[in-house]
């Protein structure tokens, strides 16, 4: 099992940057796929970006592909969500998911972190 706590969210102009960062404690990090998943206001919760076990395969929405990179680090016990070009539809609590198996889909992730706040002004 594993906890996971978000970080690095904040206020930021549109067309900035943030790197948010997920720190995971448990002894089997490195046996579960991360994700990062977003909830706007008034809209459901939604698929971000995930990686594997090792890091070297990722995912993105369709939407997001090229602005959005996700990484992590299994030594560190971290995973990380740099996010590049922001618009004020990225406004959003941003996620932390982990979950043994390679989904999409929410449901699928039996650990999350409590969410970090990004707002992106206009």
């Known amino acids: 099992q594993v906890q996971l706590v978000e970080s690095g969210g904040g206020l930021v102009q549109a067309g900035g940057s943030l790197r948010l960062s997920c720190a995971a404690s448990?002894?089997?990090?490195?046996?579960?796929?991360m994700a990062w998943f977003r909830r706007a206001p008034g809209k459901e919760r939604e698929f971000v970006s995930l990686?594997?076990?090792?890091?070297?395969?990722?995912s993105y929405a369709d939407s997001l592909k090229g602005r959005f990179t996700i990484s992590r680090d299994n030594a560190k016990n971290m995973v990380y969500l740099q996010m590049n070009s922001l618009k004020p539809d990225d406004t959003a609590v941003y996620y932390c998911?982990?979950?043994?198996?390679?989904?999409?889909?929410?449901?699928?992730?039996?650990?999350w972190g409590q969410g970090t706040q990004v707002t992106v002004s206009s």
């Open positions: 998911a982990a979950s043994p198996g390679l989904f999409r889909a929410a449901r699928e992730y039996g650990y």
């Open positions: 448990g002894r089997t990090f490195s046996n579960y796929n």
């Open positions: 990686i594997t076990r090792s890091g070297s395969g990722t």
